[in-house]
């Protein structure tokens, strides 16, 4: 399909977003509302979903397990965005079975679901975690190259997917793209993520615990860069079959995205260090420069303006 085709496909609403009312599902959604775009929206509920734009008719409920009936309702979709999990970073720290159970099978399940039944799906999108998948490589910046050593089961299992991603794709009729996400930041993220922990510890005035010395250094970038990227990833041919590494490029410590939100909300963080989880990865900063070669896209919105925006919401 070419760019000229996919830009059309955008008003005909030949995209599917499973995972549409989560922290990174919303920020697609609120993409392509803002485009007007009439789309198919599948999460396990819609509690608290803030589109009016998309109307009823477009909102499907389904759970992540009942894959062959999530299929069913794919027909006339070209797109499937999958930006669904059944857990984060930190929901299994030491439990890969559990993580393989919530996770890669129902990823499983639609692969093999999508190969086996009729459909229109031409090209998956899969939202995969550049944060976790590296493991602990150092003090270096990662590349889509860098050997992929995950230290925790929540990054083993999207190496897992996206292994399974690739192995189905060859005999299947549809694409893929798959995005290593790095630590995405803004509001919805439902009391998750350093950014949200530090706001909360600062607008109810209570210790904030932190994990180490604080040192651990993250790629922080914006949801709102997140989803426009994904929409690069949809319309451009050359992203078929490729992965990319997604985030600022540029890696903050605890500390320092702390002094970040004192300095934006004149306001200072009660720290309460507490020791680090074994699993926790001491340094991840992405190298996007294949997304910025191919896709045009690097990260715009800076990690100061994600803050003062999601503070002025609170």
């Known amino acids: 399909m070419n760019k000229d085709n996919a830009e059309s496909d955008m008003q005909s609403g030949n995209i599917a977003l499973w995972g549409a009312n989560g922290f990174i599902g919303r920020h697609v959604a609120a993409y392509y509302a ?7 929206l599948f999460a396990r509920n819609f509690d608290g979903f803030p589109f009016k734009a998309f109307t009823a008719k477009a909102r499907y409920c389904y759970d992540f397990h009942n894959v062959d009936a999530f299929v069913s309702e794919l027909q006339d979709c070209q797109t499937l965005i999958l930006a669904v999990s059944a857990s984060g970073a930190r929901t299994f720290c030491d439990d890969l079975e559990a993580e393989i159970t919530c996770n890669f099978v129902p990823h499983k399940a639609l692969f093999d679901a999508l190969s086996m039944q009729d459909h229109s799906i031409e090209h998956i999108i899969f939202l995969s975690s550049g944060g976790t998948i590296y493991g602990d490589i150092g003090h270096h910046t990662a590349d889509e190259d860098t050997i ?3 230290i925790s089961p929540y990054g083993q299992v999207k190496l897992d ?3 399974e991603i690739i192995a189905q794709s060859a005999a299947a009729a549809w694409d893929y793209t798959i995005l290593r996400v790095a630590n995405p930041v803004g509001r919805w993220s439902k009391g998750k993520g350093l950014v949200n922990a530090i706001l909360s510890a600062l607008r109810d005035d209570v210790p904030m615990h932190i ?3 604080g040192e651990a250094i ?9 989803a426009r990227v994904i929409e690069l990833a949809r319309i451009t041919p050359a992203a078929r079959n490729q992965i990319y590494n997604i985030g600022s490029g540029a890696g903050l410590s605890i500390n320092q995205v702390i ?24 340094y991840n900063v992405l190298n996007t420069h294949k997304a910025e070669q191919q896709l045009g896209w690097r990260a715009e919105i800076s990690l100061t303006k994600s803050i003062e925006s999601m503070w002025s919401e609170e």
């Open 34 to 40: 803002d485009k007007s775009v009439d789309m198919k």
């Open 148 to 150: 992929k050593q995950p």
């Open 161 to 163: 997917i996206e292994r």
């Open 211 to 213: 994990q180490g010395k």
């Open 218 to 226: 993250r790629d922080y970038f914006d949801a709102r860069d997140l």
């Open 259 to 282: 002094e970040l939100a004192e300095q934006v909300t004149d306001k200072r963080v009660q720290k309460n260090y507490i020791e680090s989880l074994a699993t926790d990865v001491h």
